[in-house]
Each structure stands twice: as C-alpha cells, then as structure tokens.
C-alpha cells in the first residue's frame, strides 16, 4: 500500500483543503471506533491506498511516541497512518529541547513518556515513576498500591546517590497521570526544593502540560477529567503549601499556535516531494472536526481563516443545537457526517 499523497493527481488538481481530527469523541472511545471514523478515513485515500486528502489527527491526548500511536491508529481503524499525521499535545515539547537538551527533567502520566521525551531529543529525562523509586518513603502510600509491584525503567537501575543528587530542571507532563496522590506529592517535592526532593526550600523549577484539557470523552457516559483536573489539583495544593504561587505552562488546543503548526504539518503533507522550509500556504479551507466546543470548536475559531469549524456530537458535546459560547460553522452527528458535508462541500 502506498502511503504518499496520491501521485497520480496533478499539481493543479491537488485538493486546496485540509483536515484536522479530533480523536478523543471524534474516531474514538478509549480505544474503540466511535461514530463510523473507519469508513469515514478511507473515503480519503484512493482505490490503490494513497491518501487523497491531506490530514492529521490534532489531539491532546498523548504518552507514546508519534510513530507508536501512528502503528495503533493504523491497527485500530484499518488504513495506513504517518507519524507525521499525528499531532499530539506534547508535540510542541519538541521545540523545547534546545533549552533542556542535556539538563535533568522528569517525564509525568499515562503510557511512556519518558521514551517520547528522549525521541524528541532530550538526553537526561526519567519517569516520575522511576524518579519516585529512588526517594525511600517519598510515597508513603506506596506499600498500599498493589499495581506499583511492576518492574520500572526495565530493571535497569542508575545509582540511588546520582539520581537523589541530580537537580530537576523541568517537570513535563505529557499525558494524564496515573498515580495522582504519589505525583502530587513528588512534583510539590521538585518544585519548592529547586528540584532536590528532600532539602531546602529553592526557586520553582519549570513544569510543561501537554494540555489544559478539563475534561474530556473516553468510554464511559459522561465526560472523564483530564490534565487540568490534575494541574488545578497540584496547583491548588501547591499554592497552600508554598509562598509563591505556580508558574506553569500549557500547551494544547485552543491554542492557535497548535492550528499554526497543524496548517504547517497538512503544507507538509500536500508538497512531499518540497523542501519544508518552502511550502506554500494555499489551503482555501481546513476543516477542524472536534466534539469539545471549548477547546476544538474556540480553538479553530481563534486561528481564523482558513479553519472552518465542525462539532460532532459523539463527545463532550451532546447538544440538539449549536452550542451557546462557541458556536461551530456545522454541527453534525457524526465524524462521518463530518467527512461527508466537506466532501459534498468542495465537490
Ligand atoms: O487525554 C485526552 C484528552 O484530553 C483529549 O483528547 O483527542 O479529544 O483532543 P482529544
Ligand atoms: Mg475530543
């Protein structure tokens, strides 16, 4: 199967429109197709496999590789993803890695977050759950969590005395924590020491969130909370334990440099075969199907033009109308309905 942009299209038949999906109550539940995304997908490519339409998967959801949830996706809803049609939203930390390269930081949440950190290039970075390992009595609920049992850093262990010593620069956190008391704990640890859990009081060090996501949808009737819940839970604690009040960072839609770089990544997509400094912005239109008024639907809004906004109603959003505050330019059912009215709309 090929996986390029179909080559068989001419430069001025190529399509001057894009698309960005949502997948958490977009193309999936937790881990199950929801509103036909797997039909709805391959309506994009041609007979031989080559993808006709360029997009990308634009979530804040994350904790593994590009490449890997690009495999999963792939496996999950029967076509032939490209890590570089996956924008996650720890993506951006990318950018980060000049300032941290070598320096020391901790990776938090769900999945393995400390291995995207290291392909994205940064080369001193541990779990907070290997990190926690080396602080005796850090945790002390530990001996109470049964599922902590599991080895961490693949058995493979650094000397206690170069991990305790070692200053954390920066905390990210990449994806929705799994052990919310334990890392409450270890990171208003880091982050009133200086980053040396244990000692004296020091400067903040930086902490990153991927996303600002208060809740979201994932496979249960109502919404779920996500990393937000988690950072006003540290935040507010911090606050009450600390003279200075957080200073944090976090990326994520509705953040329209996210939509920048999402029109970038679908440039990219469309001109393959350009080198990527030089790519021309010729979209008429860029479609952001999302179910979460707040962030999908505020976030395209905020971009401006080229972005043409369309709710779903298989997520967060489960309104009859168009929601109140943030309004989409459509509001369908589905993510096939969806791929159909922009189908329809640019034939
Ligand atoms: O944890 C994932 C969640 O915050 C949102 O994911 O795909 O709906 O942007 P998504
Ligand atoms: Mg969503």
């Known amino acids: 199967v ?63 590789p590009e490449s890997r949830r690009a495999a999963e ?92 010593s070692k200053r954390v620069q920066a905390a990210f956190v990449l994806s929705d924590p799994v052990d919310w008391s334990r890392d409450i704990q270890v990171l208003c640890d880091v982050l009133r020491t200086g980053g040396l859990p244990g000692r004296e009081m020091g400067d903040q060090p930086y902490i990153y ?14 919404e779920r909370l996500g990393m937000a819940a988690f950072r006003i839970a540290l935040e507010a604690i911090y606050n009450r334990i600390h003279c200075n009040p957080l200073v944090y960072t976090s990326y994520g839609k509705p953040n329209p440099l996210v939509f920048k770089n999402a029109e970038k990544v679908l440039g990219s997509l469309l001109h393959r075969d350009k080198p990527s400094h030089h790519i021309p912005e010729q979209f008429n239109t860029l479609y952001m199907v999302g179910d979460n008024p707040k962030v999908d639907i505020r976030g395209a809004q905020q971009a401006g033009a080229p972005w043409f906004s369309i709710l779903t109603r298989t997520g967060v959003f489960k309104g009859k109308q168009n929601h109140q505050e943030f309004p989409a330019d459509v509001v369908v059912d589905t993510v096939e309905e969806a791929v159909d009215f922009i189908l329809r709309r640019e034939n």
């Open 2 to 64: 090929t996986r390029s942009l179909s080559q068989n299209s001419s430069q001025s038949e190529r399509p001057s429109f894009g698309v960005a999906f949502d997948i958490d109550g977009v193309i999936l539940l937790g881990h199950t197709p929801v509103g036909g995304s797997p039909r709805a997908l391959r309506r994009l490519y041609d007979d031989l496999g080559a993808l006709k339409i360029p997009y990308v998967f634009l979530t804040n959801g994350g904790g593994f």
């Open 73 to 164: 996706l792939s496996e999950i809803l029967g076509i032939n993803i490209l890590p570089s049609q996956v924008i996650q939203g720890h993506s951006p930390f990318k950018q980060l890695v000049n300032r941290f390269e070598n320096e020391f930081v901790i990776a938090v949440g769900k999945g393995e977050p400390a291995a995207v950190m290291t392909e994205y290039g940064f080369k001193n970075v541990l779990s907070i759950d290997e990190y926690s390992s080396y602080f005796d009595g850090i945790d002390p609920l530990t001996p109470y969590k049964m599922w902590t049992a599991r080895e961490i850093g693949n058995g493979v262990k650094t000397e206690r005395g170069d991990v305790v």
């Open 209 to 222: 969130f991927a996303n600002d996501d208060l809740e979201y949808q994932a496979n249960f009737p109502t």
